[in-house]
């Protein structure tokens, strides 16, 4: 099947998950999300990961995005995993990971997803079923995909990027503006290329033009 794309729908699944039975698109409901894979429950690089985000709940909670991991495991490896993860998190502050774990031990959902790692053939479990590649997914309220990172497996995914490309996402939704290199919230962003100069004189009063493709402006975001 054909790779997912920016802007392709987010396949639909029903799953087994630490907190129950889904329908994703169900469960994403009005939300945005953040769909996050791993190889398999008790891998050290993962267990760092999924702390992190446990810890950071109010971070994606004030953005309404919901976050689901997704592991090539049953529910069972993960409920004794979620022990380990909430166990070594607590070394740094309060962990508790109150988000949902896809249990796709058959893979189904992470070939869907085209989440399996086809270029290195001995990268497979007891069982020679291929890992899952460390993949992340964006999708937004109308269940677009809007961001898809993928990690070597030797590197943690770095969270602060990815709560940062929701919040440029989420401003650009909501103002006719995209964001610069290195940018945060808080920061000018860049006036839209649609945006004509006579209604950027209305919409950004104090936008400075620097080039004639180059415009930016301060931006006021709760």
């Not at 999300?33 to 008790?42: E, I, R, T």
């Amino acid at each position: 099947m054909p790779a997912l794309r920016l802007g392709n729908t987010a396949p639909n699944f029903e799953a087994d998950t630490t907190q129950g039975h889904i329908t994703f698109h169900d469960w994403i409901g009005d939300s945005w999300a953040v769909l996050f894979s791993h190889p398999g429950d008790f891998t050290p690089v993962c267990t760092t990961e999924l702390a992190e985000v446990a810890r950071r709940a109010s971070d994606f909670a004030q953005r309404n995005v919901k976050v689901i991991g997704i592991s090539a495991n049953g529910l069972e490896e993960h409920e004794k995993w979620v022990k380990d993860i909430n166990e070594w998190g607590s070394k740094v502050g309060p962990t508790d990971v109150g988000f949902p774990i896809i249990a796709d031990a058959d893979r189904k959902i992470s070939t869907l997803y085209d989440m399996l790692d086809e270029q290195d053939a001995t990268n497979k479990d007891a069982k020679g079923l291929p890992f899952t590649i460390r993949t992340v997914f964006v999708i937004d309220p109308k269940k677009t995909i809007r961001l898809t990172i993928a990690y070597p497996a030797s590197t943690g995914r770095n969270f602060d990027e990815i709560i940062r490309v929701i919040d440029s996402l989420q401003i650009g939704d909501k103002h006719r503006v995209t964001t610069p290199v290195n940018w945060k919230k808080g920061e000018d962003v860049i006036v839209h290329p649609s945006v004509s100069n006579e209604e950027a004189k209305t919409l950004f009063p104090e936008h400075t033009v620097h080039k004639p493709y180059l415009r930016t402006t301060p931006l006021k975001v709760e």
